[in-house]
Every structure is written in C-alpha cells, then in structure tokens.
C-alpha cells in the first residue's frame, strides 16, 4: 500500500524547508513552493492566493496539509499591505475552499501576533499586533478555526536553521549580507522564543500526527534577545560582527519587544524546545526527541 500524502505548502521558508527533510514513517512528503520560487523539480508549484492551484489538492486528497506559506518580511507587509492580505490571508481561504474534509490540517502561524508590550503569552491571550503581517497572521487564524474547528494552528516564534535559498532566516541572512558586504542591523529590545528549524520540524511532525486543535504554542525554555542571537551565530560561521544596533524605540516604525511564549496546554506534545541560547549565550544543540 502506498504511503499517504503530506503536504509541506511553503517549503522554501526556514521551518517548511525543514518540515520538508524530516522523513516521517509512514507519509510521502510533497513540498510545494510559488512558480517563482527555485525549487527542486519535483515539487509542486502552487501560487497559494490563486483558486485554480488549488484543484490538484482536491484531486489528490492528501492526508495531511503543514500549512508554512506566507510573506514573513514585515517591513514588505507594511509597504504592499494589499499584496501581504492577498498572499497570507486570500492563500489561507482559497486553501480552505480547496480542502477536503478528511485532510489533516495544521497551520503555522507567528508570534508577530503579539506585538511583545505584554505577556508572557498564552494560547488565550487576545492578540496585538503590532503590524500588517500580525494583523494578516490573526486574520488567516480566525478562519482557519472558523471553517475547520478541528484544525491546528501552531504559533512559532522564531526557527533559527538554514534556508533553501541561502538568504533568508536569521542564521543565513547574517553570512549573506557579511559575504556581500551589505549592511546588517540588529534590533536592540527584540527578545523572541528562539528554536533550532529542525526541533521545530520534528514537533510540528508530531502535531499533525495527533488529534490536536485549536491554538498551541510551541514555545522554548528560555528567551533569546536578537543582539545575543547575532553575537552567537556570527561566532558560530566565524563572521567578524559588523552589524549595527538599533534600539527598538529609534526604528522609524513598529517592531517586536519581548514575546515570551508559553503553553497553557496540558498535552506533552506542548512542553517548550530547548532554547537556540542557553544561559551564557552559547548556542545549543538541537535536539533528537523534539
């Protein structure tokens, strides 16, 4: 019998293309990205806000769907707001249009949810964003769990790994930039629950392997403040820091404070990852029973 299908829609982000190399038993992966994406030849090309992508979902009826699509550049959000609602929340619903109703559905949502004035946060806690990418995020929430109540959403703070182009995500973005000589800033006052891509990978796997729904936060054991962050990677890549900082409260638009996640699930499968960072600001290993 041929194993079932998975779908990892977005897998050229840092988790999706993590999600992507994670084989589970029992699940043939297929990874999807856009049709201006650079992508292995036999992944599937789906422009998420387009209806029309979507019929060969309906046709193959996978048993699984790992929602990772979306525009994550918040600075492009703000600027293209209308192009930000069409790709995060017009790709949820045309997604949701296409769905069949015996597919497993989790979704991975973002802390940008909160804007990190607050917390810690919890599930329940109402969100604040503080931005168009926020704002789209809770939108696409609120109807993935109005038109599939037994759907998961699962907010990520921040997956540090490596990316499918090279370029994108904290870890890749720093190397990019220094080979390039381009400048690089760093946001003093950000703090986010910072964990390894292929943890991240692993729980989200075992998530969609369960009956869980609803809201869960996959949250870390500790903080990682984003100057720390760059400090250990650069170390790690033996980057010579030249980044700036830039304290929060001088950007010329909202950012991210704090965003301190935590779970109010009792479920096992909602006990924190180990932190990116541990308590000297070294960076830690990832771990094989995430």
């Known amino acids: 019998m041929a194993d079932a299908e998975t779908w990892i829609v977005?897998?050229?982000?840092?988790?999706?293309?993590?999600?992507?190399g994670t084989p589970i038993e029992g699940a043939r992966l297929v990874a999807t990205c856009s049709r201006h994406g650079r992508a292995p030849s036999d992944w599937l090309r789906i422009d998420?806000?387009?209806?029309?992508?979507?019929?060969?979902?309906?046709?193959?009826?996978?048993?699984t769907v790992i929602y990772c699509a979306g525009i994550c550049d918040t600075e492009r959000c703000d600027e293209n707001p209308d192009f930000a609602w069409t790709i995060n929340?017009?790709?949820?619903?045309a997604m949701l249009d296409a769905l069949p109703s015996s597919t497993r559905l989790v979704v991975c949502s973002s802390d940008h949810v909160f804007s990190g004035d607050g917390g810690p946060y919890v599930e329940s806690t109402p969100p604040d964003p503080l931005g168009v990418y926020g704002r789209s995020r809770v939108e696409a929430e609120q109807r993935v769990?109005?038109?599939?109540?037994?759907?998961?959403?699962?907010?990520?703070?921040?997956?540090?790994?490596?990316s499918r182009n090279g370029r994108v995500g904290?870890?890749?973005?720093?190397?990019?930039?220094?080979?390039?000589?381009?400048?690089?800033?760093?946001?003093?006052?950000?703090?986010?629950?910072?964990?390894?891509?292929?943890?991240?990978?692993?729980?989200?796997?075992?998530?969609?392997?369960?009956?869980?729904?609803?809201?869960?936060?996959?949250?870390?054991?500790?903080?990682?403040?984003?100057?720390?962050?760059?400090?250990?990677l650069c170390r790690r890549q033996?980057?010579?820091?030249?980044?700036r900082l830039v304290e929060r409260a001088r950007l010329g638009r909202p950012h991210l404070g704090c965003v301190e996640l935590h779970s109010e699930r009792p479920e096992p499968l909602a006990r924190p990852l180990i932190a990116v960072l541990d308590e000297r600001g070294q960076l830690t290993r990832p771990s094989s029973r995430a």
């Open 10 to 20: 977005g897998a050229t982000s840092v988790l999706g293309s993590a999600l992507a």
């Open 48 to 63: 998420v806000e387009k209806p029309a992508d979507w019929e060969v979902l309906a046709a193959r009826a996978p048993r």
């Open 238 to 243: 033996g980057i010579e820091p030249g980044y």
């Open 145 to 162: 769990l109005a038109r599939r109540p037994d759907a998961l959403v699962v907010r990520v703070a921040l997956p540090i790994g490596p």
């Open 170 to 232: 904290f870890w890749d973005w720093l190397a990019y930039r220094h080979r390039q000589g381009l400048p690089m800033t760093v946001v003093d006052g950000e703090a986010r629950a910072a964990v390894w891509s292929t943890d991240a990978a692993q729980r989200v796997h075992a998530l969609a392997q369960s009956d869980l729904s609803g809201v869960l936060h996959l949250a870390a054991t500790r903080m990682s403040t984003r100057p720390a962050l760059a400090a250990a």
């Open 89 to 93: 929340v017009d790709g949820v619903s």
